[in-house]
């Protein structure tokens, strides 16, 4: 009975201590929020109307706003990636043409590849909504960038987070934790064969 006890505490702490590894991943952007009330941490090319503004947030006091007339704004940010990896790329965007006609895009993107993540062009507006977008790393750093104009309205975008989808080493030493106790709990199970001392179950 102690056997089984010690055993299916094994299991359940592996089974635990996989799951918050994956949960705690680092979000690999750095001011994704734009709480520091600047573009810190970012690069504004040809942003003449693109700032940060403390009204319109989806989260948190600040968000990216996007008010340009013509093409030619990009906000990006380069971050350490590992070749062959899969990222998730979430994000929060929302758009509004001020009740007019939209003249509207917005295009986020990667040097990773040639083809655009998202590509939105005279939409209908919509409040904030959760996009997420997924790519594989192609260098040991990746340019993200969000480009767009929008006349005569405005576009937000908050709360921006980048993430490993690999598996952390720790995850994988944590299930074959969890799957060697499983497999010893099922050898102690009374059957017509002879039980696996516990001595005998190798993690």
Known sequence: MFQHRVLRLLLSTAMFC?????????????????????????????????????GGAYDGIYAYFNGEYAPGSTLSQTVDTTIGDSYVLTY?????????????????????????????????????????????????????????????????MDDVSLVDAAPEPGTWGFMALGVGALLCLRSLRPSARKPVPIEECKF
């Open 18 to 54: 996989s799951v918050g590894v994956g949960v705690a991943r680092a979000n690999l952007m750095f001011n994704g929020g734009f709480e520091s009330g600047n573009f810190t941490d970012w690069t504004l090319t040809h942003g003449q109307y693109t700032y940060v503004t403390s």
């Open 92 to 156: 929060w965007l929302a758009e509004s043409s001020y009740g007019s006609s939209p003249g509207y895009s917005f295009t986020v993107a990667t040097d990773a590849s040639v083809t655009p993540l998202l590509v939105l062009s005279n939409t209908a507006d919509f409040a904030y909504t959760m996009f997420t977008e997924e790519f594989q790393a192609t260098n040991i750093t990746t340019m993200i960038s969000f480009s767009g104009y929008n006349l005569p309205g405005g576009t937000n």
